[in-house]
């Protein structure tokens, strides 16, 4: 089991920054792919980028490309994602996972994050 805790949401005006955590307790952090994904009201969980094991691999959705940033800190079992130039359709819940696969689709991840909000104003 992993178990994970999101954290670093808020409300912050349009073109702002925002850096969530994810902290990992549990199974082996750097064994697991971490992803992030996003579910705004009425809509469906939407991918955001994940990054490998070892930080040196990331992707990302085009939604999110040149202003979002995901990192990671194995020594401190978090991963941490970084918004910038921050639009009021990014405006979500934003849930981190992890997953034994190289995964862009939710069911490929085992274990989730409760989720933190983050509001975008105009």
């Known amino acids: 089991q992993v178990q994970l805790v999101d954290s670093g949401g808020g409300l912050v005006q349009a073109g702002g920054s925002l850096r969530l955590s994810c902290a990992a307790s549990g199974r082996i952090f750097s064994n697991y792919n971490m992803g992030w994904f996003r579910q705004a009201p009425g809509k469906e969980r939407e991918f955001v980028g994940r990054i490998s094991r070892s930080g040196g691999s990331t992707y990302y959705a085009d939604s999110v490309k040149g202003r979002f940033t995901i990192s990671r800190d194995n020594a401190k079992n978090t991963v941490y994602l970084q918004m910038n130039s921050l639009k009021p359709e990014d405006t979500a819940v934003y849930y981190c996972?992890?997953?034994?696969?190289?995964?862009?689709?939710?069911?490929?991840?085992?274990?989730w994050g409760q989720g933190t909000q983050v509001t975008v104003s105009a």
């Open positions: 996972a992890a997953s034994a696969a190289w995964a862009t689709r939710s069911y490929e991840y085992d274990y």
